[in-house]
């Protein structure tokens, strides 16, 4: 059974940084993918960052391109999300997913089959 941990939530000052982990146990690595999710208040769920890793694939949503960098450490079972040069609008619950029994990753929430508990990123101004 795979069950996820995220952390790393907290309060930063607009242009601050974070770095958010995703401990995953139980997961098989080379026939999975981990994917981050955010909702912020009032708004649906969105993607932020996928890695496949079977095949490698790294994928992020426009928003977030050049500023957050997903990577992990199948070592540690833990999937990392960098967060730099952060925006009061990056301001959500921050989430973990795995997507089992898949060679890529993608952004459609309802292939990933397990979820942490979620994570709050808060952004001042």
């Known amino acids: 059974e795979v069950q996820l941990q995220a952390s790393g939530g907290g309060l930063v000052q607009a242009g601050g940084s974070l770095r958010l982990s995703c401990l995953a146990s139980?997961?098989?690595?080379?026939?999975?993918?981990i994917g981050w999710f955010r909702q912020a208040p009032g708004k649906e769920r969105e993607a932020v960052a996928c890695?496949?890793?079977?095949?490698?694939?790294?994928d992020y949503a426009d928003s977030v391109k050049g500023r957050f960098t997903i990577s992990s450490d199948k070592a540690k079972n833990t999937v990392y999300l960098q967060m730099n040069s952060l925006k009061s609008e990056d301001t959500a619950v921050y989430y973990c997913?795995?997507?089992?029994?898949?060679?890529?990753?993608?952004?459609?929430?309802?292939?990933?089959?397990?979820w942490g508990q979620g994570t709050l990123v808060t952004v001042s101004s």
């Open positions: 997913a795995s997507e089992s029994l898949t060679v890529s990753c993608d952004f459609d929430d309802y292939n990933y089959d397990t």
């Open positions: 139980g997961l098989r690595f080379d026939e999975s993918a």
């Open positions: 890695v496949g890793f079977n095949d490698g694939t790294i």
